[in-house]
């Protein structure tokens, strides 16, 4: 059955806008329903009519709203336009829900949050509508069923995020680009390098240490050795006497 409901609710998604709505799930004069309007704008919302005084609320969400609209509506209403009337929902004598609804006519509609309403609503067991302002006594209503009504709301709200407007087909995005690689760091400019001078050459190896002596320790010149007497061997003249005054 669960089946059978999620393939109709996509089928009147999905549907031109002749095919308007579908109902997805049934319980205990509650119904569940998907499709598209007359303008062909998707649509999801959960409902219940009382045949006998002809009371009716509706719960809708049309693609691109925040919040889904509750209408509440009556043929023997004839309401003035105003700014805010007082409304206020009971569910198992605990009040979930108080809004100042606006209308004219024979209808009056709200936004209604759905983060406190919803779990009320699927495990209640008895809804009392209250209208302190008028125009109407309160409305009780069953809760019996309203379980499976709302997950299939929910189930067309969540189908109608994936495929909004004529459901386009999802197009994966485009690869990313490769990053772009840096030019490699330009090296700084270095002044040419000079060849090395040439090692000098080895000096000679020093001579013996010096050593300083006092005077009275010096050594003393060296003298060079007398040259030695020829002999005489008569071939030579006569000597000088020493010389005589005259």
Partial sequence: MRHIATLLLVAGLAAPAAAQT????QANGWSA???TTEGGVPTCGLETRD???GRHLLLQHLVGQERPILRLSRPGWNLRASSARPV???????????ADATGAGREMSWPLALEAFEPAFRLGRLMRIEFPAG???PWNLSLTGTN???GAFMGCLRMMAITPGEAQPIRPPPPAEPPALAPPP???LRPPVEPPAPSPAPAAPAGPPRMDLPADKAAPPTQRPAAPTPP???KQGPKAGPTTPL
């Avoid at 579908?22 to 799930?25: L, P, T």
């Avoid at 206020?88 to 108080?98: F, L, P, Q, S, Y």
Wanted: charged share 30%; net charge negative.
């Fill in 135 to 137: 125009p109407d006594a």
């Fill in 33 to 35: 329903f998907g499709g």
């Fill in 148 to 150: 499976a009504v709302m």
């Fill in 51 to 53: 045949p006998g005084t």
């Fill in 186 to 188: 330009e090296e700084p």
């Fill in 232 to 234: 005489d061997d008569g």
């Fill in 88 to 98: 206020r929902i009971v569910i198992d004598n605990r009040r979930v829900v108080a």
């Fill in 22 to 25: 579908r109902i997805v799930a």
